[in-house]
C-alpha cells in the first residue's frame, strides 16, 4: 500500500480515520489501536514480514529491560549487533557474496532474499533508542509504546527517522483535543503538498528520465539526452520530500508530529549547508551515532585529530551510500559527497569566501552530477551519461523537457514545504481549502491511471 | 509550526474542514456525471448525450466501440500480424461487413477478450477471422501478457468500469469525445484499418532459429493452452463461421524441417485445424509456409510483418474458406 495509492487514500487512511476516532476518547485503546492499525498497513506487502516486525521489536524491548533490570550493556551491544546482523543479511548478503566471489574467482552463495519493506528505518529506530539507553538519556518505556515507535505507520516504511525522543511523549495523546481542526487542516495540506510533489513534479521526471537511464545501461546517450538526466536530483528531491510530507499529514491526522526531512536543500549555498536540509532525520542520525563517536574515539595522537575528523566524515558519507543500497555505486557516491564535504571544511576554514550565488550554484551542479551515479546502477552507465554530456540537446528535446525545468524552478527558488503548509494555514481561508480540495480530487484523477510510480525510496 | 488555536478559531478551521471536503466530494461527483453522460470511450453502458463514434489512435480503447458497431456483423481479430487484412476488400468479396479488430502486442488473453466483446454486440455474427500467430502456440499456461491492456473496458461489470473512469487518461478520452460531438474533431476510421506500411522502409536480416532435432516424444505432449481456451470460445458460438489463420513469415526464418520447432509448429498447426473442422463455412488457413511469395523479401516488412500483395492473396482465401469451408485451398 502506497502513500499515492487508492488502497491507502480512499481505503486505508479513511477507515482507520473513522476507527481511531472511536479509540481516542479511551486513553487506554489509542497506542494499542494505533499498533493494530500499523501492523495492518505494514502486512500489506507480505504478511510473513509482520512476524519478523513483531520478533524485532520485542528482541529489542526485551534487550531494553535485560539492561534496565542488570546494567550489563552486553545486552545492548548484542541487540545492535543483532540488528545490524539482520539488516545486513536482508540486504547486503548477496553483495559481500558476489564481491567475494570476484575476488576468489568462483561462485559463491546467492540467497533469493526478498528485504523487508522498511528494515533499514526500523532498524535505525532501534538503535537510536537503545543507544541512548546506554547513555542514560533515555526512559523505559512499555512494550505497546516501543512497539508504536517502531511500527507507526506513517514513517514505518521510509521515515522520517523521528527519534524516541520527538514521538514517544506524543503517543497516546487525545488527538481530538480541542484545536484539533486546525492540526487536521495543516495535517491535509501537508498531504496535499506532499501528493502534488509526488505526482505533478516526481513522476513526471520519472517518465522521461528513467528511458535515458535505460539507454545508459546498453550504451552511449546521444543526441543531447544526458543532460536532462540531470534532473534526477528534482525528480529523487521531489519524490521523497512528497513522501514525507505525506508522512507528517497523515501523523497529524493521529495526533502526532514527525520531524521535517527537507529544507529546501537545492537552495543551499554550501555542500555542509546542504547535508543539513536533505534527508535531515538520516543525517542527524549519522551525525550523532555514527560521525561524532568515529570523530571523537581516542586514536593517535593528538596532532592527528583533524585527519581523524575527515576521515570520520568521509567514512560517515561512504556509510551513507552504502546504507541506500548494496552497490559500489552508493558507495563511490557517498565518498565523493565525504570529499566534498572535507574540501568545503577545509575552504570554510582556510579559503577566502564565497560569494553565495557562487557558492549555491557550485553545490548545484554537484549535486546535480552526482545524482547521476546515485540512479545509474553501475559506473558504465554513468559514464555513459557523463560522455553524452559533451552534445547540447536540440530545441524539440529541450522543450520535451518542460517538466524538468518546473522541477527545478520549483526546487531552486520555493521554500520549504513545511514553509508553504505554514503559509497556506496561517489563517483559516476557505478559499485555500476549496483550492486544496479540488487539487486533491486532480490528483485522484491523476493517480486513477494505475502506473503511478513507487516512491523511490521504498528501495532503501 | 504552532499549532495551537482559540476557540472561535477552531470553528473557523472546521469551516476550513468542511470547505475541503465538501469541494473535494462536488468535484469527484461532477467528473463521475461528466464520464457518466459521455461514456469516454463509446462503451455503450452510459452516454446519455448520444455522442457517435470516437476519436482516439489506440485500438486497445477504441475497439471498444468498433466492436460493438452495429454496422459490421463480420471481424477480423489478432495482433499485428493480422493488422493489413483490409476490411473493405473483406466486405467486397463475402458481401458481409467487416472490421478490423487486431490490436498490436496481444497476445491470446486480449484476443479473446476482443472475441467474447464482439460476439456479446454481435449475437447474429457473419463471420469471425481469427489470425493466430505464434502466440498462440504457447506452453505456458498462465498465457502472459507483454504489453498492458485495459480488460476493465471489456469487463461484464459495469461497476469497474466506472472505477476506472476516474482517471486522467479517461478524462482526456471525454474531452475528445465531446470536441468530436461539437464537430470540432474528426472520428477515427470505424472500420479500425491501418497500413503499418506507412511506416516501415522493410529493411531487415533474416534469422533463421535454431536448428535442434526434434523430440518426437515432447512435442506429442505438448499442450496449447491458449487453444484450449480459444476451443472453449467457438464451442460457445456454433453458428458462426471461424476462420482460422496462421499469418505468413518469411520462408527464411521458418523452422528447419526435421527440427524441434518445425515439429512443434506442426502440432499447433494440427492443434488449430481440429478446431475448424467439419464446422460449416469454417476453416484454418495455413500461410507460414515455403511458398514462392514467402521466399521473396520484397513482400516482407520484417520477418513477420508481410506487405499488401501477400494480404490481398490472404483476403482472397478467407473469402473463398467462408463460401465453402475447409472445401477450398488451405494455403496460399
Given at each position: ?15 482507520s ?15 494499542g489501536?494505533?499498533v ?9 506487502w ?22 534496565l533490570?542488570?546494567?550489563?550493556g552486553?545486552?545492548?551491544?548484542g ?7 539482520v ?7 548477496n ?6 566471489a ?5 561462485p559463491l ?8 519493506l522498511?528494515i ?6 532501534h ?8 547513555r ?5 518505556y ?17 521515515g522520517?527517522l ?27 495540506t501537508f ?21 535515458i ?6 550504451g552511449?546517450?546521444?543526441n ?10 528534482f ?11 505525506v508522512?507528517i499529514?497523515?501523523?497529524l ?21 546542504f ?14 551515532y555514527?560521525?561524532?563517536?568515529l ?5 593517535g ?9 575527515f576521515s570520520a566524515m ?14 559500489w ?7 565523493l559527497?565525504g570529499?566534498a564535504?572535507?574540501?568545503v ?14 557558492g549555491?550554484a ?15 546502477g ?12 559533451a ?19 520549483c526546487?531552486f527558488l520555493?521554500?520549504?514545504s ?6 497556506l494555514?496561517e489563517?483559516p481561508?476557505?478559499a485555500?481549502a ?13 493517480l ?13 | ?13 472546521g469551516?476550513?474542514?468542511a470547505?475541503?471536503l465538501?469541494?473535494?466530494?462536488l ?10 453522460l459521455?461514456?469516454p ?5 452510459f452516454?446519455f ?6 476519436s ?12 460493438r ?10 495482433n ?5 487484412l483490409?476490411?473493405?476488400e473483406l466486405?467486397?468479396?463475402?458481401g ?7 490490436i ?11 472475441l467474447r466483446?464482439?460476439?456479446r454486440?454481435h ?19 498462465t498465457?502472459?501478457i507483454?504489453?498492458p491492456?485495459p ?8 461497476i ?13 478520452r471525454?474531452?475528445r469525445?465531446v470536441?468530436l460531438g461539437?464537430?470540432?474533431?474528426t ?19 533474416p ?7 526434434a523430440?518426437?516424444?515432447a512435442v506429442?505432449e ?7 481456451q ?11 463461421p471461424?476462420?482460422?489463420?496462421m499469418p505468413?513469415m ?10 524441434s ?14 478446431l ?8 484454418f ?7 514462392p511469395?514467402t ?7 520484417d520477418p513477420?510483418?508481410y506487405?499488401a ?5 490472404m483476403e482472397q482465401?478467407?473469402?473463398?474458406s467462408l ?7 488451405t494455403?496460399?
Amino acid at each position: 500500500m502506497l502513500f499515492n495509492d487508492y488502497a491507502f487514500l480512499l481505503v486505508f487512511l479513511p477507515a482507520s480515520l473513522v476507527i481511531y476516532r472511536f479509540a481516542d476518547p479511551h486513553p487506554q485503546w489509542r497506542i494499542g489501536v494505533l499498533v493494530i492499525l500499523s501492523f495492518v498497513f505494514y502486512s500489506y506487502w507480505n504478511p510473513l514480514f509482520i512476524i519478523l516486525l513483531a520478533l524485532s521489536i520485542t528482541v529489542n524491548w526485551l534487550a531494553a529491560r535485560g539492561y534496565l533490570a542488570t546494567k550489563r550493556g552486553g545486552f545492548i551491544t548484542g541487540s545492535i549487533v543483532a540488528n545490524l546482523a539482520v539488516l545486513g543479511f536482508f540486504k547486503y548478503a548477496n553483495f559481500v557474496s558476489d564481491n567475494l566471489a570476484y575476488l576468489f574467482e568462483r561462485p559463491l552463495w546467492h540467497f533469493n532474499i526478498a528485504l523487508p519493506l522498511g528494515i533499514s528505518f526500523f532498524t535505525f529506530h532501534h538503535i537510536m533508542y537503545l543507544v541512548d539507553l546506554r547513555r542514560g538519556k533515555a526512559p523505559d518505556y512499555s512494550l505497546g509504546r516501543y512497539a508504536l515507535y517502531i511500527s507507526f505507520f506513517p514513517q514505518s516504511i521510509a521515515g522520517p527517522l523521528a527519534r524516541w525522543s520527538e514521538v514517544m511523549h506524543q503517543f497516546g495523546r487525545q488527538a481530538y483535543a480541542p484545536g484539533w481542526q486546525r492540526q487536521f487542516a495543516v495535517g491535509v495540506t501537508f498531504i496535499v503538498i506532499g501528493l502534488i510533489e509526488k505526482t505533478w513534479l516526481a513522476d513526471p521526471l520519472g517518465r522521461l528520465l528513467d528511458p535515458i537511464y535505460a539507454q545508459a545501461i546498453h550504451g552511449p546517450v546521444t543526441n543531447g539526452n544526458s543532460w536532462p538526466a540531470l534532473g534526477f536530483a528534482f525528480q529523487v528531491l521531489f519524490d521523497f520530500a512528497g513522501y514525507c510530507d505525506v508522512a507528517i499529514g497523515v501523523g497529524l491526522l493521529f495526533g502526532v508530529q514527525l520531524p521535517y526531512n527537507f529544507n529546501a536543500p537545492l537552495r543551499s549555498t554550501n555542500l555542509q549547508d546542504f547535508w543539513q536540509r536533505w534527508h535531515i532525520t538520516l543525517m542527524t542520525f549519522l551525525r550523532d551515532y555514527v560521525f561524532i563517536p568515529l570523530s571523537n574515539v581516542k586514536i593517535g595522537r593528538k596532532r592527528y585529530r583533524l585527519v581523524q575528523h575527515f576521515s570520520a566524515m568521509l567514512l560517515t558519507m561512504a556509510l551513507c551510500g552504502l546504507w541506500h543500497g548494496a552497490s559500489w555505486t552508493f558507495v563511490l557516491w557517498g565518498a565523493l559527497h565525504g570529499c566534498a564535504l572535507v574540501i568545503v571544511s577545509l575552504w570554510r576554514r582556510y579559503g577566502p569566501r564565497l560569494p553565495a550565488l557562487l557558492g549555491w550554484a557550485l553545490t548545484a551542479i554537484f549535486v546535480l552530477l552526482t545524482c547521476v551515479i546515485f540512479r545509474a546502477g553501475s559506473m558504465e552507465a554513468a559514464m555513459n551519461i557523463y560522455r553524452g554530456l559533451a552534445e547540447l540537446p536540440d530545441l524539440e528535446r529541450t522543450l520535451r523537457s518542460v517538466p524538468i525545468i518546473i522541477a527545478a524552478l520549483c526546487a531552486f527558488l520555493l521554500p520549504a514545504s513545511q514553509d508553504i503548509v505554514a503559509g497556506l494555514t496561517e489563517r483559516p481561508k476557505t478559499a485555500i481549502a476549496a483550492v486544496l480540495g479540488l487539487a486533491a480530487v486532480a490528483i485522484l484523477v491523476e493517480l486513477g491511471d494505475r502506473d503511478a510510480y513507487e516512491f523511490v525510496y521504498f528501495q532503501f | 509550526m504552532n499549532l495551537s488555536t482559540s476557540s472561535s478559531d477552531s470553528q473557523a478551521w472546521g469551516r476550513w474542514l468542511a470547505t475541503f471536503l465538501c469541494m473535494a466530494a462536488l468535484g469527484a461527483c461532477m467528473i463521475f456525471a461528466l464520464v457518466i453522460l459521455v461514456d469516454p470511450y463509446d462503451s455503450g453502458r452510459f452516454g446519455f448525450i448520444g455522442i457517435k463514434g470516437i476519436s482516439d489512435e489506440s485500438p486497445r480503447t477504441a475497439n471498444a466501440s468498433r466492436g460493438r458497431d452495429p454496422q459490421f456483423s463480420a471481424a477480423v481479430f489478432g495482433n499485428s500480424t493480422g493488422q493489413l487484412l483490409k476490411p473493405t476488400e473483406l466486405s467486397q468479396a463475402t458481401g458481409v461487413r467487416f472490421v478490423q479488430l487486431t490490436i498490436p502486442g496481444t497476445g491470446p488473453r486480449e484476443q479473446i477478450v476482443q472475441l467474447r466483446w464482439f460476439v456479446r454486440h454481435h449475437a447474429r455474427a457473419d463471420a469471425l477471422v481469427i489470425v493466430t500467430d505464434s502466440v498462440w502456440c504457447t506452453d505456458d499456461p498462465t498465457l502472459p501478457i507483454f504489453n498492458p491492456f485495459p480488460f476493465w473496458l471489456y469487463s461484464d461489470s459495469p461497476i469497474e468500469y466506472l472505477g476506472q473512469l476516474f482517471s486522467s487518461r479517461a478524462l482526456g478520452r471525454l474531452v475528445r469525445r465531446v470536441e468530436l460531438g461539437l464537430g470540432l474533431r474528426t472520428p477515427s476510421a470505424p472500420d479500425g484499418y491501418w497500413n503499418y506500411e506507412l511506416l516501415g522502409h522493410g529493411e531487415f536480416r533474416p534469422a533463421p532459429p535454431p536448428n535442434e532435432p526434434a523430440d518426437t516424444a515432447a512435442v506429442a505432449e505438448t499442450q496449447f493452452p491458449a487453444i484450449e481456451q480459444l476451443a472453449g470460445f467457438i464451442a460457445n458460438v456454433p453458428n458462426i463461421p471461424v476462420v482460422l489463420v496462421m499469418p505468413p513469415m518469411i520462408a527464411s526464418d521458418l523452422p528447419r524441417p526435421g527440427s524441434s520447432g518445425a515439429a512443434r509448429l506442426a502440432a499447433c498447426k494440427g492443434a488449430l485445424a481440429r478446431l475448424v473442422a467439419g464446422r460449416p463455412h469454417s476453416n484454418f488457413l495455413d500461410f507460414r509456409v515455403d511458398d514462392p511469395l514467402t521466399r521473396d523479401r520484397k513482400n516482407f516488412l520484417d520477418p513477420v510483418h508481410y506487405r499488401a500483395p501477400v494480404a490481398r492473396r490472404m483476403e482472397q482465401r478467407i473469402a473463398e474458406s467462408l463460401r465453402v469451408g475447409n472445401a477450398g485451398p488451405t494455403t496460399f
